[in-house]
């Protein structure tokens, strides 16, 4: 699934495969090379000018990110730090949208997918996509994963939870599936700003 306008469906069929290739080798390029250059600098000016996405100010994306996806549909805030390893899905598809608020904490390992597929054995195992939205001063922790579900300000997702519904502004989730198991306090943005990085990572 490239796109879904009627400009690419009323290609033909070899311009169509053609543009799918470039899209396909741009995100190798993505995922095999830029997320392995040791530069900050390097691999956020490809996401912003290749990639088409929105960066704020202070924020690290550290090393292998990757993606399913084309490019489009990921606006990131300031003083966000996203670990290495993390993984985002159904990236810049038709109606998919990722958000992520400032001073978000995203750390390694991380899986966040936009899509899923329609499990009725009546169906036709259709492609489903909700947007993501994770709100400012939200944290999630190590090896969770967000499946279509959006994350409330200043919420935390535990290491190792999977998230498959919305999670309430400042509740603290985890498990399998995630549920709630307290809140922080005081419900009040943190005085703290996340403005950090790995150096060479």
Known sequence: MKESSGRYKQMPKMIRNLWDM????????????VGHIPSHSIRKAYYRRIMRWRIGQNTSIHER?????????????????????????AVG???SFLQVGNNVNIAMQVFITMGGHDISTKGNF???IRPVHID??????ARSMIIMAN??????VLPGAVVTQDVEPFAIVGGVPAKKISEREPKQD????LKWMWRFH
Do not use: S
Request: net charge negative; hydrophobic share 45%; aromatic share 10%.
């Open 126 to 128: 259709d492609l489903q």
């Open 65 to 89: 990110l990757r993606i399913m996806g084309v490019p489009g549909g990921v606006e990131i805030g300031n003083n966000v730090c996203i670990g290495q390893d993390t993984y985002l899905a």
């Open 151 to 156: 994350i409330g300000r200043g919420a935390v």
């Open 22 to 33: 470039h899209l396909d080798a741009q995100v190798y390029f993505l995922n095999h090379v």
């Open 136 to 141: 400012d001063h939200a944290i999630v922790f």
């Open 93 to 95: 598809w038709p109606d």
């Open 190 to 193: 943190p005085a703290y700003l």
